[in-house]
């Protein structure tokens, strides 16, 4: 299908012309094939007017376990620890195939009303969330998040059941839909795995030419025990192991450390920030001005919905904007252009994606944001307006890989009648009765 967006603003996140004004954008098939002020010669299957409207890349959730929507709000008040051991892993063990895709279904249907084209998922029963991620149309980055809890000495990937669900996930899933779902190695974290889980992972990715997606010092505690265990931080001992070789997808980083940054900027391993999950959770805030001067890649994630109540990536943008601000006192700190970076080109980098960019040849991962609207006007400078002002109640169009899959409150690709029945009636008494 072709379609052209016509008389819009345009926010690039391209250098060589970053802000378009009464522009066209061009769409053929799954790519963009033409972006400029000048009008495009040849028909299109639709023409879109984009009169009040910011065209932008499409927002890219780089850290997410989008079946814990489920959970939203479950469990408030505590820290990580207690959080996990005392209220999600209980509700998580009753999980099952069709619950998940309940979970999955709704969460995603969340993320595309708010603007969200890829998501970075670390989930268990993935093969059922790429079953719902391939229908939502968005694309992915799935894993698992290994776990290995046994002594090390009768480690077996034989026998470690998550070794053997990341090589049937590869073989099923990586590349699936043309490239619309990429399957990551993943460790869940240094705290739930140990030394012989790390180096078949690591051997694994290098073998597959996969992506990394591990948590990495997301609280105190966690970064200080794993010192006191191996006389390095996490990433450091993940490193001695060759976790990193192939680059990779650090969460959280709140804790990381100077020279952990060091190795993060010389290996490739982009930090994924997730500041209102950190807030929240009461883990800390990371130091994110500190992570872009050491040369390290950093982009957003909401991480589950449980710890965040929200999966609206422009919450993220707004408070990695505004946080590190007053930290740092430094109104300077982070920039809305900085942030806008995160959630679009800098997650595209880290994924080995072809999107992020408004631009020829890229494929067609866009949004509009309504201008029009009331806390979006007057607009004085389109970023400031995007990373202060926007919510994901402001998109009115997502377009995934060239395929409008939302517009104006519809969801064209889900079922949302179905959707809310099946978390109602099935998966939420399943859950808690």
């Not at 639709?46 to 890219?60: E, H, N, T």
């Not at 694309?139 to 002594?151: E, I, M, Q, T, V």
């Not at 920030?273 to 950093?298: D, E, F, I, M």
């Not at 997650?347 to 806390?375: C, M, Y």
Request: aromatic share 6%; glycine share 10%.
């Amino acid at each position: 299908m072709s379609v052209l967006f016509q008389n819009v603003t345009v926010l690039t996140m391209d250098p060589a012309q970053p802000l378009l004004k009464d522009a066209y954008v061009a769409v053929e098939g799954t790519k963009i094939a033409y972006v400029g002020n000048q009008r495009p010669q040849g028909k299109f299957d639709r023409v879109v007017d984009g009169a009040g409207q910011v065209l932008m890349p499409g927002l890219i959730n780089c850290h997410t376990h989008v079946p814990m929507t489920l959970m939203r709000g479950y469990g408030g008040g505590y820290d990580l620890q207690h959080w996990l051991s005392d209220f999600i892993f209980p509700a998580e063990a009753k999980l099952d195939e069709r619950a998940v895709a309940a979970g999955a279904a709704l969460g995603l249907a969340e993320m595309i009303a708010s603007g969200t084209t890829c998501i970075v998922d670390m989930y268990m029963k993935t093969d059922t969330i790429a079953e719902q991620v391939m229908k939502a149309g968005i694309s992915a980055n799935l894993s698992c998040g290994g776990l290995y809890f046994g002594a090390p000495e009768d480690f077996s990937p034989d026998t470690c059941s998550d070794c053997r669900t990341q090589i049937e996930l590869a073989e099923k899933w990586h590349g699936a839909g043309d490239g619309q779902i990429l399957v990551d190695a993943s460790i869940h974290a240094e705290y739930t795995s140990s030394a012989p889980l790390w180096q078949w992972t690591a051997d694994f990715a290098a073998r597959k030419g996969l992506g990394m997606h591990v948590h990495i010092s997301e609280t105190k505690l966690e970064h200080e025990q794993c010192l006191e265990r191996h006389g390095k931080t996490p990433v450091a001992v993940l490193d001695q192991y060759g976790v990193w070789e192939q680059g990779g997808t650090a969460a959280h980083c709140v804790w990381v450390s100077d020279e952990d940054m060091d190795i993060m900027a010389r290996k490739h391993i982009t930090a994924a920030h997730n500041p209102v999950s950190n807030l929240k959770l009461g883990s800390g805030v990371a130091r994110v001005p500190q992570l872009l001067k050491a040369g390290v890649n950093v982009t957003l994630g909401t991480d589950g919905v449980s710890s965040n109540n929200s999966g609206d990536l422009f919450e993220e943008i707004k408070l990695a904007a505004m946080l590190h601000k007053g930290v740092n006192r430094d109104p300077m700190a982070v920039t809305a252009h900085q942030a806008l970076e995160m959630a679009t080109v800098n997650a595209a980098r880290t994924l080995r994606r072809n999107t992020g960019v408004v631009a020829a040849g890229k494929l067609a991962d866009l949004i509009l944001v309504d201008f029009t609207h009331p806390g979006l006007t007057p607009c004085h400078d389109v970023e400031e307006n995007l990373a202060f002002s926007a919510r994901g109640a402001d998109v009115s169009m997502n377009m995934a890989r060239g395929k409008i899959i939302y517009e104006k409150g519809v969801f064209l690709t889900l079922d949302m009648e179905q959707i809310r029945s099946e978390v109602e009636n099935y998966a939420l008494p399943r859950i808690f009765g």
